[in-house]
């Protein structure tokens, strides 16, 4: 399991070409959640900069203006997973909806 923020087609591609050159049979199944809820969105804001140790030395307030930009700055640049990308699961709003894409097995 690769957690991380793969944001883009062409960092997903990097990781999928990483991937098949190791020379071994691995699958890649990419997770994606979209989340459209406001007070889902804000209650996990808000709990992410009251336990995050990434917000520890900030007031509330400066760590969620810190994360409203970092999300700002992916929603520059994101590209949903697309089926030539391969197997992948994208969950709605906490799971309310699953949309499964080649998954086998």
Known sequence: IFDATNSTVERRKLIADKVSS?????????????????????????????????FQQMTEEQAMQDLKQRIANYEEIYETVQDSEGAFIKLFNLSSKVMANHCYG
């Open 22 to 54: 190791a020379g071994r049979k691995y699958s890649i199944l990419w997770v994606e959640a979209v989340c459209d809820d406001e007070e889902v969105v804000m209650f996990n804001m808000l709990t992410k900069v009251r336990y995050s140790p990434d």
